[in-house]
């Protein structure tokens, strides 16, 4: 797959056939939107947006306050339009999109969240290089998936559920793996209650991850 162009990953991995290899979890609210069950409006608190504005909130309406999604795949997406319902300047960027339209906005942000991406990242060296250079100095990113244990699976073992290469799950992680991946670039990882993270320095804006409350 390192030699894979995006039109291969497209092909082989995100065609038509790529919910029978990572379904909706049974009930939950993504299987009841694409059902047409539940409208993206009334999923979009359960979809993250409302969580992420817990995580930072104190910064809403502040327009030095920028925050990026990093694998959106859109704008439009729930938990977008719920960030900015709450007052939120949020632009997006797609790493598995290969179009003109699709361009990694200019300038920092102090809040980038990183949903269920990394481990479909294929190049990590262009994952972290553009964290380093999007990530302000007293920013935060947040990475949702699954972390595992040190020791808690072996190389070459594919019997967990979560690693299986036709549902793109190609990069897989530990905090050991990601503290290697990001600190030549003086990037730190944290394990919090709220999940990981990575940051150049502490921040000092109102977030949750480090229980700064601000004024």
């Known amino acids: 797959m390192d030699k894979w162009t995006s039109g291969d990953f497209k092909k082989h991995i995100y065609n038509a056939d790529y919910l029978k290899a990572d379904a909706d979890i049974p009930g939950s609210i993504d299987e009841k939107i694409r059902l047409g069950l539940a409208s993206a409006e009334e999923g979009s608190s359960h979809l993250m947006g409302l969580s992420h504005a817990f995580l930072i909130e104190g910064n809403a309406n502040n327009p030095n306050f920028r925050c990026l999604d990093y694998g959106s795949g859109e704008a ?37 969240y990183i949903d269920e991406v990394i481990e479909h990242c294929c190049n990590l060296d262009l994952l ?66 709220w999940g990981v993270v990575g940051f150049k320095n502490i921040p000092k804006f109102k977030n949750a991850f480090f229980c700064i409350h601000g004024k």
Not at 95 to 100: K, L
Not at 157 to 185: K, Q, V
């Open 76 to 112: 439009s997406s729930p938990k977008n339009k719920a960030l900015k319902s709450k007052g939120f300047d949020i632009e997006v960027y797609e790493p598995f999109r290969n179009d003109e339209a699709n361009v990694l906005p200019g300038g920092k942000f102090q809040f980038i």
């Open 128 to 193: 972290r290089s553009h964290l380093a250079e999007k990530l302000a100095d007293d920013g935060i990113f947040r990475i949702g998936g699954l972390i595992f244990l040190k020791n808690q699976i072996k190389i070459g073992d594919l019997s967990h559920w979560y690693i299986a290469p036709r549902n793109g799950h190609i990069s897989i992680f530990t905090m050991e793996s990601l503290y290697c991946l990001f600190r030549p670039l003086e990037i730190s990882i944290a394990q919090t209650i």
